[in-house]
C-alpha cells in the first residue's frame, strides 16, 4: 500500500512573502521613511487592516475601479456587518481621525504605513497585498502644505537615490467648476459616443472626470480632444494652483503641468499631483496624492481641509533596484562562537549572553543536527554571517580556562584570550576597527 502524498500548500498568487534575504532593503526603506517624517514633524497614526465597507465607498467614491472591481469585501458572519480589507490608506486614517476627534486641539500631520489589498492582476511592482507609505496634512487649507509634503517627496526620493523621476501637476478646482467641466465634458462625450468602451459609457453619466483616467489606448485620442478643467477653474482655484509651482520653483522643484491628471479617487480637489517613471514599465506611477478638503466632511466629520499623498512601497523598491540604490546586506552579527559540544558550548552560550547584554550581536552555532561540527564547517558558517570576528572555544581552550579570538574581516589575526575576558576584548576589537 502506497502512502499518499500530502500536497503543498502555497501562498495567496499576488501575496508575497518578505523573504530574508531582502530583509535589509525594507529595513532601510523604512528607517529612511521614518526619517522624513521626524524632520517634518509628522506623527504616526495606525489603523486596522479591516474596516467597515462603508468607510472606502463612501470615502473613496462608489464609481472608481478600487470600489466597484478591487476591494476584498465579506460579510462578518457574527453580526452580518459589511467589511473590507483596506484599499487604501487616508479613509481609513481620515474615520480615526473623526472618531477620536484629533482635530479638536488644530491641525495635523501625520503619517502611516502598512498593508494593503486591492483584488487585480498581479505584475510587477503592483501585488493584490502590497504596502503603501503616507502622509496626511489635516486642518492646513494654505498653499504652503501642499508645498511642503510635495518638498517631502522630492526629498525621498533624492535620500533613496532615485532615478528617472517626475514630478506631474494639475488642479481639479472646487466643486462648482467641476460641474462646469463636467457638464462639458458630457457633452462632449455624448457627440463621440460610438468611440467611448464599455467602462466609459457607464460612467459617462455618473462620474465623466473618471473617463479622462481611462487606460485603454484606444481612447487616448478622445480624452486629449476633452475639455480641460483648466479652462474652468475660477480666479481662487488658479491663485492656489499658481501659489504652488511658485514654492516649487522657489525651491527648484520641477514639474509637468498635465491637465489630464484626474487621480483614481472622488475626494480630490485642487491641488492633485503623481511622480511619475518610465523604468518601471506600464506601471509608471511610484506615488500621489493631492488635496482632499470635501473628504472629513463627507465622512461624517466637521468641514476641514487637507492633503496627502501615497507611495507603493514595493514599486519604489523595484525602483532603487534599477537606480542601482538599494543597500548591500547588512551582516546578521557582529561575532560568531564557535565551539565542540558539550561544557565547550555551555561555556560559549554563556559568553554569548554576555556579549548580547552588551549590545553586542551575537550568532551562536547551533548544529542542524544536534551534533558537534568542525571547527572547519563552523568557520565558514562564521565567515557567511558577515561576523567582524569568531570567539573559538575548543576542549583545549576550555582547559587552559581561554577562548580564541580570530578577526575574520581584516588581518585574520587569532589569539588567546582569558574566558572572563572576553567581553572586553571583543569590545576593544570593535571600537579598534571602526576607529
Known sequence: MTEKKIQKINGVRGMNDLLPADAAQWTHLEHVLRDLTRAYGYEFLRTPIVEATAVFQRGIGEVTDIVEKEMYSFEDRLNGEQLTLRPEGTAALVRSVIENNLLYEGPKRLWYTGPMFRHERPQRGRYRQFHQFGIEALGFAGPDIDAEIILMGQRLWDELGLKGVRLEMNSLGQADERAQHRAALVTYF??????????????????????????????????????????????????????????????????????????????????????????????????????????????????????????????????????????????????????????????????????????????????????????????????????????????????????????????????????????????????????
Not at 503623481?274 to 466629520?301: K, N, S
Not at 525602483?319 to 557582529?334: G, H, N, Q, R, Y
Open 190 to 435: 455624448e457627440q463621440n459616443a460610438s468611440q467611448l468602451d464599455e467602462d466609459s459609457e457607464r460612467r459617462l453619466l455618473i462620474n465623466p472626470l473618471r473617463i479622462l483616467d481611462s487606460k485603454n489606448p484606444a481612447m487616448q485620442e478622445l480624452i486629449e480632444g476633452a475639455p480641460k478643467l483648466l479652462d474652468f477653474l475660477g480666479e481662487e482655484s488658479l491663485a492656489h494652483f499658481n501659489a504652488v509651482q511658485d514654492l516649487l520653483k522657489a525651491n527648484n522643484i520641477p514639474c509637468k503641468i498635465n491637465p489630464r491628471l484626474v487621480r483614481g479617487l472622488d475626494y480630490y480637489n485642487l491641488t492633485v499631483f503623481e511622480w511619475v517613471t518610465e523604468e518601471l514599465g506600464a506601471q509608471g506611477t511610484i506615488a500621489g496624492g493631492g488635496r482632499y478638503d470635501p473628504l472629513i466632511e463627507r465622512m461624517g466629520g466637521k468641514a476641514a481641509p487637507a492633503c496627502g499623498w501615497a507611495m507603493g512601497m514595493e514599486r519604489v523598491l523595484e525602483l532603487m533596484k534599477v537606480s542601482k540604490s538599494l543597500p548591500e546586506a547588512a551582516p546578521l552579527c557582529d561575532v560568531f562562537v564557535l565551539h565542540q559540544g558539550g561544557e565547550t558550548l555551555t561555556a560559549g552560550m554563556i559568553i554569548a549572553e554576555r556579549l548580547r547584554s552588551a549590545g553586542i550581536d551575537t550568532v551562536l552555532f547551533c548544529p542542524p543536527d544536534g551534533h558537534s561540527a568542525s571547527f572547519k564547517s563552523q568557520m565558514k558558517k562564521a565567515d557567511a554571517s558577515g561576523a567582524a570576528y569568531a570567539v573559538i572555544i575548543g576542549l583545549d581552550e576550555l582547559v587552559k580556562n581561554e577562548a580564541q579570538l580570530k578577526d575574520l574581516r581584516g588581518t585574520g589575526e587569532q589569539r588567546a584570550v582569558p574566558l572572563e575576558g572576553v567581553l572586553e576584548a571583543v569590545i576593544d576589537a570593535l571600537v579598534g576597527s571602526s576607529e
